[in-house]
């Protein structure tokens, strides 16, 4: 008499837990597609490149160490040079946001 009740009682639990993975599977199927890489800045260029826009396009932040620009303007060019099927556009606003990034913040020859 109890084997039949513990069978039943098993069947009944298999049958919720199925239930709960097909809708987990369902709402897992529904998410949103992220792209696994970073996401990089996807505006234009402004007429004046500022530091933010410099820091932008190397993906690195403004008080960045110089070591850390380098290396990041050293990626992005190898990703966009001119002779490996880049773009000569951006290849040279790559190179105008490293040496934005590479000016000092102010100027120290002033007596003020």
Do not use: C
């Amino acid at each position: 008499m109890a084997t039949p009740f513990m069978v039943g009682i098993a069947v009944a639990g298999a049958a919720y837990a199925s239930r709960y993975g097909i809708q987990a599977w369902n709402a897992f199927k529904a998410r949103p597609v992220t792209p696994a890489f970073r996401k990089f800045y996807q505006g234009g260029f402004q007429p004046q490149m500022t530091r933010r826009e410099a820091a932008l396009i190397l993906g690195v932040r403004e008080s960045s160490a110089l070591d850390k620009i380098k290396e990041a303007h050293r990626r992005v060019m190898l990703a966009n040079h001119p002779d490996a099927g880049g773009s000569h556009y951006l290849a040279s606003k790559i190179s105008e946001a490293k040496e934005m990034m590479l000016r000092k913040k102010s100027n120290t020859d002033s007596a003020f």
